[in-house]
């Protein structure tokens, strides 16, 4: 217990306890939001702008082909503040032009694919605005954790959602579905004109950097589909039951029950957004790294366990909050809940680990087969079980990548070393 004191304490030292801190007023304030667009727009229409947005979020990973995730990896071994703002202004150049031209593409597809609700082509186009935003509120957090700034980032996380909350509400309360698809692509880019200002680079600046070549676009690309394995896994589904049942009322209905369980994960993404940084800049030393794995599963085993005793006591509660009929999905809400741990205890660690050390790749394997997978079970489960087959098949899943990701990585670690070690 001493050693998880120290390691509690260390996330500490580096302003973890602000982002985490942050990272719970800004899960809160993102469930006002859903809870706020529930309110005041129907069902099915609130449910065409959510389908339309999980179609966004698949492609989202490589609308900016992973520069992004390039940034926070080779940043890490950069020595000075300079060097790493430096590389800010090469990949912000970079990949705004990218987010554009995928921004372009999306809206000239979605011309051509007949929906079987004609509206869907719209907020399609609406919402593939929000690739733009999105990259530079993503590359506008991971330079203030290059720089340490974790007190920064913590802001930004919580001014989003604040913005967020406020634009859901006034524009939902106006313009109803339009107004929530619009808040959605307004949000990340007014949040990154807010702080943009915190960072001083050059915009003019041309740097060139050894590491900037095919490997590096190679690392992001895959890091970047690796890193978003529990939004994949959760869009598959609602689309899924989308094609399957036909029913918009059951896509909002899972998409709401999936909030509760999918709002711990905050926990876990508040100490990789603290220490990535941090072991990724230590990765040789071995002691300090097996130290790492075993306090953090230690503590989210902990953490789990007291998550899935108070869904189990409360669950059907918070479940009224939204509707009181979606108190009927009880067992929906619990099997999520019990998936979500394996994505706390392993995935989120694991998962990681294997982008610290270069093998986003393997990452992307292993969500690559979950997807296969997803879309197997789901075919056989949802027709049966409606959405309670959708949240077996996302609870299998989330284990099976959590496991396959720990496998790996000791794995790879291993080999990691021994190449370290001959090049000293």
Request: charged residues 10%; hydrophobic residues 55%; contains cysteine.
């Amino acid at each position: 217990m001493k050693s998880l004191f120290n390691f509690l304490s260390s996330f500490s030292r580096r302003s973890g306890n602000y982002i985490l801190a942050a990272s719970i007023g800004s899960r809160l304030l993102s469930f006002f939001a859903s809870w706020i667009a529930l309110q005041i727009i129907l069902d099915k229409k609130l449910g065409v702008v959510i389908y339309a947005f999980q179609i966004i979020l698949f492609i989202t990973p490589i609308a900016s082909l992973g520069i992004n995730q390039g940034l926070i990896r080779y940043g890490s071994f950069l020595n000075t503040n300079k060097e790493k703002n430096n590389l800010f202004s090469l990949v912000l150049k970079k990949g705004l032009l990218i987010s554009i031209l995928f921004t372009a593409l999306t809206i000239l597809i979605s011309t051509l694919i007949n929906f079987d609700i004609p509206i869907t082509s719209f907020y399609l186009k609406l919402l593939a605005l929000a690739f733009i935003g999105q990259f530079l509120f993503e590359i506008l957090q991971i330079q203030f954790r290059l720089l340490k700034k974790n007190k920064a980032f913590a802001f930004t996380e919580l001014i989003y959602n604040i913005i967020l909350v406020l634009l859901v509400f006034s524009l939902s309360f106006y313009f109803k579905e339009l107004g929530y698809a619009i808040a959605i692509v307004l949000t990340p880019l007014l949040t990154f004109l807010i702080f943009i200002k915190r960072i001083k680079f050059n915009w003019k600046t041309t740097p060139n950097f050894d590491f900037i070549n095919s490997t590096f676009w190679r690392y992001g690309l895959f890091a970047s589909m690796a890193n978003v394995t529990s939004v994949l896994l959760i869009s598959i589904d609602i689309l899924l039951i989308g094609n399957i049942l036909s029913d918009m009322e059951m896509v909002t209905a899972f998409k709401y029950i999936s909030l509760i369980p999918f709002s711990i994960l905050f926990l876990s993404r508040a100490f990789m957004a603290t220490d990535f940084v941090e072991f990724t800049e230590k990765l040789t030393n071995k002691e300090y790294i097996y130290s790492y794995i075993k306090n953090y599963i230690l503590l989210f085993s902990f953490i789990s366990i007291g998550f899935l005793a108070v869904i189990s006591v409360f669950g059907k509660f918070l479940l009224s909050l939204f509707d009181p009929e979606y108190v009927h999905y009880f067992s929906t809400l619990l099997v999520l809940t019990f998936g979500i741990t394996g994505l706390l205890i392993l995935r989120g660690l694991f998962g990681n680990l294997l982008s610290s050390i270069g093998k986003s790749h393997v990452n992307f394997i292993i969500i690559a087969i979950a997807i296969l997978l997803n879309i197997v079970l789901n075919y056989y489960l949802i027709p049966t079980y409606g959405i309670f087959g959708a949240a077996i098949t996302s609870a299998f899943l989330m284990w099976f990548t959590g496991v396959f990701c720990m496998i790996f990585f000791f794995y790879y670690y291993t080999s990691f070393i021994n190449q370290t070690s001959s090049k000293k």
